[in-house]
């Protein structure tokens, strides 16, 4: 049983547009949320993350929100720049633990 | 070193073959991860350790992983008796610190491949 999913295999966005990825999860004991963004052949790059205390968590284009009631998070990329191409991961954990359970990712294509 | 380093980025086995997979983390990190990342899906937990001290092994998925990081720095995963199974993309992240505040640096990973 996927204990966190991100339903769309794949997102095609215009260039400055708004990028959304969705990520929906079953645990109700996960209190702690980061997206990492992940290159071909690179190993996944940390982007953000969410405390559960928050709903929302900004970082220059990147936000992230949280709603606990819907176990549902989502990340925002606004304006989507060409560099922002590359499979993004949701990932969560209880009480703030080392163990991290992902999702199996989007990818994000940001087309001309 | 700049960043987390796995060595080597390719692997291919024989099935019953055994191989060791070399993890370099940035040094002074105190954590560090194996991950196991199948074709398609997210990366899932292999083990943990806290310095030289593994306090996780739960995620290894047979007794024929085994890790190691006996100084505390580079760590190994052994894999014993390779399976087709076992074949995936193998990562390593490390970490200053032993909360998620910053995340974790993660290496590029060594994709093995059991034929």
């Known amino acids: 049983d996927q204990q966190v999913k991100q339903n769309s295999p794949s997102l095609s966005v215009q260039e400055g547009r708004i990028s959304i990825l969705n990520c929906d999860y079953t645990?109700?004991?996960?209190?702690?949320f980061l997206w990492y963004k992940k290159y071909p052949a690179e190993g996944p790059t940390f982007l953000i993350s969410?405390?559960?205390i928050k709903d929302k968590n900004e970082d220059g284009r990147f936000t992230v929100f949280l709603n606990k009631s819907a176990k549902h998070l989502s990340l925002h990329i606004v304006p989507s720049q060409p560099g922002d191409s590359a499979v993004y991961f949701c990932?969560?954990?209880?009480?703030?633990?080392?163990?991290?359970?992902w999702g199996a990712g989007t990818k994000l294509i940001i087309k001309p | 070193g700049a960043g987390v380093s796995q060595s080597p980025r390719y692997k291919v086995a024989k099935r019953g073959q055994d191989v060791a997979l070399r993890c370099d983390p940035i040094?002074?990190?105190?954590?560090l991860f194996w991950y196991q990342q199948a074709l398609g899906q997210g990366p899932e937990f292999l083990t943990y350790f806290q310095n030289e001290a593994q306090l996780d092994k739960s995620g290894l998925p047979s007794d024929r992983f085994f890790a190691e990081r006996p100084e505390g720095s580079v760590s190994t995963l052994k894999i014993q008796r390779t399976q087709q199974e076992d074949s995936a993309v193998y990562l390593c992240?490390?970490?200053?610190?032993?909360?998620?505040?910053?995340?974790?640096?993660f290496g590029s990973g060594t994709r093995l491949t059991v034929v």
């Open positions: 645990n109700s004991m996960f209190d702690y």
């Open positions: 040094s002074g990190h105190v954590s």
């Open positions: 992240a490390s970490s200053a610190r032993v909360d998620l505040n910053y995340g974790y640096t």
């Open positions: 990932a969560a954990s209880a009480r703030s633990n080392y163990q991290l359970i």
């Open positions: 969410i405390s559960s």
